[in-house]
């Protein structure tokens, strides 16, 4: 069965912390995403990456950089948290390339106090 | 750079009636898709139709496109408490990798 694990289900940090938001799948896929959900707006698209090392801004990338070292796990990093990033972290991942189903994570919800 | 918007925002309705959501798009797709979510969790996929695909049913979901109009409507048929969830509906560029989720209409079903 397809799984996407997030780190943590919930997550409190101070303002100027170095957060990291890890996301494992274990489907061999080949596309990662990272999103934040937040009341009245939706799923937003932070970054995503089609390949190891590869990496692509998605519609709000300020604030965040990602990394993926390996095929299975896309991280996630708030360089200086500011209350503002307080959200919802979604992660996914997709077989191929192009507009494939998503498979999601849990969720991670952050404060940032 | 959102494209599909769910209409209406909210739904109420009791077990038994049929649920219909409806989702707009602005530009050409290859497909579009929707997804559920329960409160705090993450999505789940329900169902993807093509854009030479005018219908398409899975269990008691029912998914028509419109690519003339840039519509779709999902319909639930006989609704659960169960069912009770956030509803999306997500399209991909033409060519592009990412899909574009809306804002998801909330579905509360009540007994």
């Known amino acids: 069965d397809v799984k996407v694990t997030q780190s943590s289900r919930y997550l409190v940090k101070r303002t100027g912390e170095k957060v990291f938001l890890e996301c494992v799948q274990d489907?061999?896929?080949?596309?990662m995403f990272w999103y934040r959900q937040d009341p009245g707006l939706g799923l937003r698209l932070i970054y995503f990456?089609?390949?190891?090392?590869?990496?692509e801004k998605g519609d709000i990338p300020e604030g965040y950089s990602v990394s993926r070292e390996k095929k299975e796990r896309f991280s996630l990093i708030l360089e200086s948290a500011s209350t503002n990033q307080t959200s919802m972290y979604l992660c996914?991942?997709?077989?191929?390339?192009?507009?494939?189903?998503?498979?999601f994570g849990a969720g991670t919800r952050l404060s940032v106090l | 750079s959102q494209q599909g918007e769910e209409d209406p925002q909210a739904l109420s309705i009791q077990e038994g009636e049929n649920a219909t959501m409806n989702c707009s798009y602005k530009?050409?797709?290859?497909?579009l898709q929707w997804y559920r979510q329960n409160s705090g969790r993450g999505l789940v996929h329900l169902i993807l139709?093509?854009?030479?695909?005018r219908e398409k049913h899975s269990g008691r979901l029912r998914v028509t496109l419109d690519t003339s109009k840039k519509s779709s409507s999902l319909l639930i048929t006989a609704s659960r408490a169960a069912d009770t969830a956030s509803y999306f509906c997500?399209?991909?560029?033409?060519?592009?990798?990412?899909?574009?989720f809306g804002k998801g209409t909330t579905l509360s079903v009540s007994s």
């Open positions: 996914a991942s997709s077989p191929r390339q192009g507009a494939d189903i998503q498979y």
């Open positions: 530009t050409s797709i290859n497909n």
């Open positions: 489907m061999d896929h080949e596309n």
């Open positions: 139709i093509r854009s030479n695909e």
């Open positions: 997500a399209t991909d560029e033409q060519a592009g990798t990412a899909l574009i």
């Open positions: 990456s089609y390949d190891v090392k590869m990496k």
